[in-house]
């Protein structure tokens, strides 16, 4: 699967592209993500820091850690990004900001010691 993948945050202040296949998708189970998502695990797509561009608006960023910066649509709070050090070659969109995000399923977790006792997934992983 090489095709286009769009995405944006809920206003549509915020629109991005990116071309080819994203080298990672992902659960994440640790907290910081939970506090800036709201959601009680996130999903991030990995794409490669030059397989896409904003072609609306901006991301804005949060520091939330040394070297890491959480991105988000100033105008509506969307969660969108979440990305290390600008030297990294990947950014790590949110599933929910992407339009297809059906096409993408996650194929492992991070940080699985920090997963919701209660959260139960059908994937047995
Ligand atoms: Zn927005
Ligand atoms: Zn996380």
Redesign the pocket.
Same mark, same amino acid.
């Given at each position: 699967m090489s095709e286009q993948i769009d995405g944006g945050c809920l206003c549509g202040a915020v629109r991005f592209v990116a071309s080819g296949t994203p080298t990672d998708v992902a659960w &994440?189970h &640790?907290q %910081? &993500?939970r506090r800036h998502s709201g959601a009680p695990v %996130?999903v991030f797509v990995a794409i490669r820091r030059d397989a896409f561009e904003v072609t609306k608006g901006e991301i804005t960023k949060f520091n939330s850690s040394p070297g890491r910066w959480r991105g988000f649509c100033a105008r509506c709070g969307s969660t969108l990004t &979440?990305e290390g050090v600008s030297s990294s070659a990947e950014v790590h969109f949110h599933i929910g900001s992407i339009d297809n995000a059906e096409q993408f399923a996650p194929t492992r977790h991070?940080?699985p010691e920090e997963r919701l006792p209660w959260l139960h997934l059908s994937d047995n992983s």
């Open positions: &994440c &640790c %910081s &993500c %996130s &979440c991070i940080f």
